[in-house]
């Protein structure tokens, strides 16, 4: 079979995946000498024009990410009718194969990775793009357990599409969220539904719905409650299982406000406390939160068992508090207006009662009636009344954080009555999970209840080096030069590899952001002459043979002979039998074969030198 080759660059190799709407071949890029994955349209896409101007306007939004979870966009384009995607080629497997392999996942297994999604899902949000196809088929786990997201942006095309129709069929609705399966536009709480899904799926070996058809299964993400997943794990935290079944709310606004506050959730899930994040405002982008807030001042109570009842009993709730703030703020005024009144020397009544107007909500059938406060509840004003003291903030010092662990830095924020926002950045000294640095500084008065912002080491940044053997050294130094490492060539003679061109490098595949790499250069076919002076003759020569070269004459040389060309020569201290000149120059590259003669020194044996 012959092999095809997209616009005479990109070679398409096995295929390696396959959906209803493209296939996914392993593939080559021949001009920048890489192996990528190629996701080639199936024929109805690609006749479709409004579809391909939605699909190649958001491979277009989904190149311009660059996360280390994200799967790298590198090209969009057709060949002869063809319409093609190339990306990031990641070995390893979908996070579907490992599931079906070993399913139910460890708890600790099961976080590093739906973390990592979530953190991919942060980063896409942030920059207005929301993936709507997030799935197990979708997340790419390498050897090391390092997570990729792919095909971000490229689903949102198939948002027109139909439950029944070509490329949203069962994989995809088992994920979908309920507003999508009404038919809503996706935002980014679909995307944090469908990662809880995942999550419940991982950690049960199991999904929380399932159907014969996608229109009877996506009927149950959008009436059903899930089945609590610790009754297919019992192993499970509750802790984890609030975390599962709040991603899983039906009702947009009882998610997690953004994908990084599920994250940051999912990292201290023994302190979670159900509902402890605000909801995000109706309609549009969940406004951004501190990704790290170990926890809220304060939190509503957690919903009853269902989703109604819980809907209901929150808004009782918001309504009571908001009642309750207002008669408090209405009864603090009328203790400063009585003092007030005592203190301007108002003697328009002797003994002043204020009536306090009460302004009420309309009442609703979940409100709760609303207490009254009436004259008689307020105190008398005494004859000398003092003005009412403005609270003092409690203070106390920010504790020192840096060079601690994330989990000794909450004990810590919590020791003091601190708040912890918590981000993540590389950092090539610092091991990964200590603190790098803290604001405010260590020792600053700070309100207790604030909020101590922390940067957690995540480790290296680590640069890929894959395909840069075979190339010419001057495009690989200057490929090398954009990025942050340094650089060190080396010469290496070689019988295949053309002088001027790559052997290999060390590292082979990764290198540390700052760090050093080698680029072993070929000389063509030659060799290099080892510098042996001082070293015994008979080992010169060995080593002179192996290095490939031909010895033919072998020389001893009296003291007086050698000094009469080197004055210096230290007649005394020189070992006998030691090699003192060679023919060639030592270190020196020179064709393969090449003959060469050296000189010993040899010691008179009768008499002094």
Request: net charge negative; with cysteine.
């Amino acid at each position: 079979m012959q092999t095809r080759v997209l616009n005479g660059r990109y070679r398409l190799d096995e295929p390696i995946g396959e959906g209803g709407m493209a296939v996914v071949y392993r593939g080559y890029d021949l001009v920048l000498d890489r192996p990528v994955a190629i996701k080639v349209l199936r024929g109805q896409f690609a006749a479709d024009a409004s579809f391909l101007r939605r699909f190649e306007r958001e491979a277009q939004a989904a190149a311009r990410l660059s996360h280390p979870n994200i799967v790298s966009v590198y090209d969009v384009g057709r060949d002869d009718g063809t319409r093609y995607i190339v990306m990031e080629y990641v070995p390893g497997k979908t996070l579907k194969q490992l599931i079906l392999e070993h399913a139910p996942f460890s708890l600790d297994e099961a976080m590093h990775i739906v973390r990592q999604v979530a953190a991919a899902l942060d980063y896409a949000h942030q920059h207005g793009l929301v993936h709507r196809d997030i799935k197990p088929q979708n997340i790419l786990v390498d050897e090391r357990g390092f997570v990729k997201v792919t095909d971000f942006g490229i689903a949102k095309g198939l948002t027109d599409v139909s439950l029944t129709e070509a490329g949203f069929g069962m994989g995809t609705v088992h994920y979908v969220s309920p507003e999508q399966a009404r038919g809503e536009p996706a935002t980014p709480a679909s995307d944090i539904y469908a990662l809880g899904v995942v999550l419940y799926e991982m950690l049960t070996g199991r999904l929380p719905f399932d159907a014969d058809n996608p229109i009877g299964l996506a009927m149950q993400h959008v009436h059903e409650a899930p089945p609590p997943p610790r009754q297919f794990n019992p192993n499970i935290p509750p802790a984890v299982e609030a975390i599962i079944l709040r991603a899983l709310a039906k009702d947009p606004r009882q998610r997690f406000p953004t994908a990084g506050a599920l994250a940051q959730a999912l990292m201290h899930w023994r302190q979670y406390v159900p509902g402890s994040t605000p909801a995000p405002p109706r309609g549009g982008m969940p406004p951004r939160v501190p990704a790290g807030r170990a926890r809220a001042r304060g939190s509503p109570p957690p919903a009853g068992p269902s989703s109604r009842a819980g809907d209901i009993g929150c808004a009782t709730w918001l309504v009571g508090s908001a009642i309750l703030v207002g008669i408090v703020a209405l009864v603090v005024l009328a203790f400063q207006l009585v003092d007030l009144r005592a203190l301007t020397g108002s003697d328009e009544s002797p003994n002043p009662s204020p009536t306090v107007a009460v302004l009420a909500p309309s009442p609703t059938p979940a409100a709760t009636p609303s207490p009254v406060v009436t004259p008689t509840s307020l105190p008398t004003p005494t004859t000398e009344p003092t003005p009412s003291p403005t609270p003092t903030p409690e203070m106390a010092r920010v504790p020192d954080l840096v060079n601690s662990t994330l989990r000794q830095a909450e004990a810590a924020a919590a020791a003091g009555d601190f708040q912890l926002e918590v981000e993540e950045v590389f950092d090539n000294v610092v091991p990964a999970g200590t603190i790098v640095r803290q604001d405010p500084q260590p020792g600053t008065l700070a309100e207790k209840g604030s909020t101590v912002r922390v940067w957690v080491s995540k480790g290296p940044e680590w640069i890929t080096l894959i395909g840069l053997a075979g190339k010419p050294y001057t495009e690989v130094l200057q490929q090398l030069q954009g990025l942050p490492v340094t650089v060190e060539k080396v010469e290496e003679g070689s019988r295949t590899v053309p002088e001027g061109y790559v052997i290999r490098t060390e590292p082979a595949e990764q290198v540390r952001n700052g760090g050093t790499v080698k680029v072993y250069v070929s000389v063509g076919d030659r060799v290099r002459v080892p510098d042996l002076y001082g070293k015994p003759y008979q080992q010169a020569v060995i080593e002179l043979e192996r290095a490939g070269l031909v010895v033919r004459n072998v020389t001893p040389m009296t003291c007086e002979q050698i000094t009469a060309s080197f004055p210096s020569f230290d007649c005394e201290q020189f070992p006998d039998g030691g090699v003192v000149s060679a023919t060639l120059q030592w270190n020196s590259w020179v064709p393969r074969g090449s003959p060469i003669n050296i000189a010993f020194y040899q010691k008179q044996q009768n008499g002094s030198q």
